[in-house]
């Protein structure tokens, strides 16, 4: 497996625009991860999905974020209008944890680097 | 006061040399992983543990759940092992992962 798959792995915008974050997982992996990072706050969840579910979107900065995962193979974050403050590195992480053991790590794309200007 | 600290924030090292990591944290987990983020950015799993010890060539993770604390040794270190380590918990109740501020290894040669 290539591992998990982000693209693009740089994106420059506008603010205003509207900006769109892929992620291929992991085949087989059952947990899909949105993370930010940031100089000033370190890595920080935004929303997890299981089975293509969300479970947890309490890190979601506002309504201007929004995740789908239409698929098991497939999830975008999309931010509808994008603002200077959003600039981050924005990474993608899968993992299995169905009936397994506690040990499951989690693997993560190559991240994609936003910038809004 | 953060979940999950590291110490130290940064550390300076020669080539060769031993080098320990520390993670304490202030929640309950049900497991620990420790991650190297490279210059590039990339971030790679060096382990997952939920009791005693591992180990992978030069680097060895333990883990001490009364005492909430674990650490990552690096043995004769090299330049290549500059990078950032990172250690993430994860929460007794779902799958997240709570991450540490990291650590920024140098080794120099």
């Known amino acids: 497996d290539a591992g998990v798959i982000q693209s693009p792995r740089h994106e420059v915008t506008e603010m205003g625009q509207e900006v769109t974050l892929r992620c291929k997982p992991i085949s087989g992996h059952d947990y899909l991860f949105w993370y930010r990072q940031t100089m000033m706050r370190g890595l920080e969840l935004l929303i997890y999905?299981?089975?293509?579910?969300?479970?947890?979107d309490s890190g979601m900065p506002e309504d201007r974020f929004s995740a789908k995962m239409p698929n098991a193979s497939f999830s975008t974050l999309k931010i509808q209008p994008s603002e200077p403050r959003d600039s981050a590195v924005y990474f993608c992480a899968s993992s299995f944890g169905k009936g397994i053991s506690r040990d499951t790590e989690a693997f993560f794309g190559q991240g994609t680097r936003l910038t809004v200007v | 006061k953060n979940e999950v600290e590291q110490s130290p924030q940064n550390l300076t090292a020669q080539e060769g040399e031993f080098i320990t990591i520390n993670c304490s944290y202030s929640v309950g987990i049900s497991a620990l992983h420790w991650l190297q983020q490279h210059p590039g950015g990339g971030i790679v799993s060096l382990f997952m543990l939920s009791s005693g010890k591992k180990k992978h060539g030069r680097l060895i993770a333990t883990i001490n759940i009364q005492e909430k604390h674990s650490s990552l040794h690096i043995t004769a270190s090299h330049p290549r092992d500059s990078a950032v380590y990172i250690c993430?918990?994860?929460?007794?109740?779902?799958?997240?992962?709570?991450f540490g501020p990291g650590t920024r290894l140098s080794v120099l040669p």
């Open positions: 999905f299981n089975n293509n579910v969300p479970i947890d």
């Open positions: 993430a918990v994860r929460l007794v109740y779902g799958q997240n992962f709570v």
